[in-house]
């Protein structure tokens, strides 16, 4: 619905002490309601995962994760507030309150997960860092990248991994720092750096903004684990539930069939698992303060996650990213959904 940026944001997400993040929190889906729509904190502009289209829509595997929620709490996948945050923002504009939910590619790790007063609710997309290289280069592999000018966006873990690869492989690197992902790219094209470092499925949606994206290549190697997902404030359990169940019902659909096409027709399916899911066998949402039909909302207006994944990133996108890890658990991948039971 609305696309704004922030405001105030602090200097620092250190600068927001456990006690104030406590104090700043109210009750998420209260404050939600009231306003009648969720705010959802996205990247500055990432396509597969979250940007405005032509229109000024935001698309995206992180959007569809706000849309979700937005469906969950208020039937209504439309109902969200976007606001573009940086990666150095992203984390102050959580805990003070101004987005309910940060769906932004962001990676969980443990000092993100223990000493912001925030948690991670799922994985999305599990990730690993590559490098993007022109193609004249020559290169074929991470160990030839000795001496090399890297771009990199500040305030990601992705600076941290570059550090300890190039020391643990006794090889040197000139880091050329930027603040957004748009900057890095920019620099790469400009040739201010050899190669562009960042999660492999950012470095896909980089190379397609490229004025010639056949002049340079995603290198072989993954040189990190790195597990991205939405992300909500510590305290508030309730929402905390509901955004990570939001997840886990687009998962389960896509396990047990459900479909945005075919969901209404499914709600006579005999199957107790899809049953439950669509609210026609008990109330799964009763404690979490919804109504009985929150996963029918989601599975209905935004799809299940195989479909989320193919439209924005997967072989039907730009992207062109196979499923790999990220396909379902019984299909040789990671994702895996509790039974709603």
């Known amino acids: 619905m609305v696309n704004k940026k922030h405001l105030v944001l602090l200097a620092s997400a250190g600068a927001i002490t456990l006690a104030g993040i406590a104090t700043a929190q109210a009750n998420t889906l209260e404050e939600t309601r009231s306003r009648g729509a969720v705010q959802c904190g996205v990247s500055d502009g990432l396509p ?27 039937g209504d996948a439309d109902a969200v507030n976007y606001i573009s945050l940086n990666a150095v923002e992203r984390f102050t504009a959580l805990q003070s309150g101004e987005v309910d939910v940060l769906s932004r590619n962001t990676t969980w790790t443990t000092t993100r997960d223990t000493t912001l007063g925030l948690n991670f609710t799922g994985v999305t997309f599990y990730d690993g860092q590559g490098f993007l290289v022109s193609r004249d280069l020559g290169i074929s592999s991470a160990s030839e990248l000795d001496g090399a000018a890297i771009c990199i966006q500040s305030g990601t873990t992705t600076e941290l991994n570059l550090a300890d690869y190039f020391r643990a492989n006794g090889m040197e690197f000139d880091p050329i720092v930027f603040d957004t992902s748009e900057q890095t790219v ?10 562009l470092t960042s999660d492999t499925s950012q470095l896909a949606a980089l190379r397609i903004q490229l004025d010639d994206p056949a002049s ?31 997840l886990f019902a687009m998962i389960n659909g896509e ?39 929150w996963a029918y909302n989601i599975l209905s207006q935004v799809g299940n996650y195989g479909e989320s994944f193919e439209r924005n990133v997967g072989m039907d996108s730009p992207l062109e990213i ?7 658990w019984n299909q040789g991948g990671f994702q895996y959904a509790p039974p709603i039971r």
């Open 186 to 195: 920019g620099g790469f094209q400009a040739g201010r750096c050899d190669v």
């Open 255 to 293: 396990e047990y069939g459900v479909t945005s096409e075919n969901a209404e027709e499914m709600l006579s399916s005999e199957n107790p698992d899809v049953a439950r899911l669509l609210g026609q066998d008990g109330n799964y949402g009763e404690g979490m303060g919804l109504e009985a039909d």
């Open 322 to 328: 196979e499923r790999g890890v990220n396909a379902l």
């Open 48 to 74: 597969g995962f979250s940007a405005p289209d032509d229109s000024g829509e935001w698309q995206g595997l992180d959007v569809d994760v706000c849309r979700a929620v937005a469906a969950a709490v208020l």
């Open 216 to 246: 340079a290549m995603i290198l072989p190697d993954v040189i990190s684990k790195e597990p991205l997902g939405p992300v909500v404030r510590q305290g508030d359990d309730l929402w905390f539930n509901i955004v990570k169940w939001s």
